[in-house]
């Protein structure tokens, strides 16, 4: 079945096979490096490489993204939400330019290709319930 495909994908493409493949060599030969990830594991990675910029790691904060609802034209719409693990002094100080900041991942989001087949809904920010740390990090 394999070899008829390959002939056919071949044949198609107009070349010619000069020396036949066995079933093993072309087993062997196939590699694919691509791995389907969802629209919402795309954000996220966007995401967190523009926290790794901005020197946030993930065990200061966490991205999550997630699908809340449509758009009229049927698309689905995705929100991140970020939750502070740690009040550090990297993180109070990209939340007093968070409006900077929220535009510069907006625009990395509109260069990529995920808004053709998504809309952004933009970032959400959380704190844990326990705030340990907060009082320090602030004063």
Known sequence: MRQVLANGVMQRLGIRSTTR????????????????TT???DYETLINECFQ???????????????????????????????????EPN???????????????????RLSNLTRYSGFAGLWFRTPATVEGFATAVH
């Open 21 to 36: 493949m066995s079933d093993e060599q072309m087993d062997s030969d196939i590699d694919s490096a691509i791995m389907p």
């Open 39 to 41: 629209i919402a594991a």
């Open 53 to 87: 910029v901005l020197g946030l790691t993930p065990e200061l904060v966490r991205v999550s993204v997630r699908p809340v609802g449509f758009s009229p034209a049927g698309m689905e719409i995705y929100a991140a939400f970020i939750k502070v693990l740690r009040w």
């Open 91 to 109: 993180v109070i100080q990209m939340l007093n330019r968070l409006p900077y900041f929220e535009k510069k991942i907006d625009k990395r989001i």
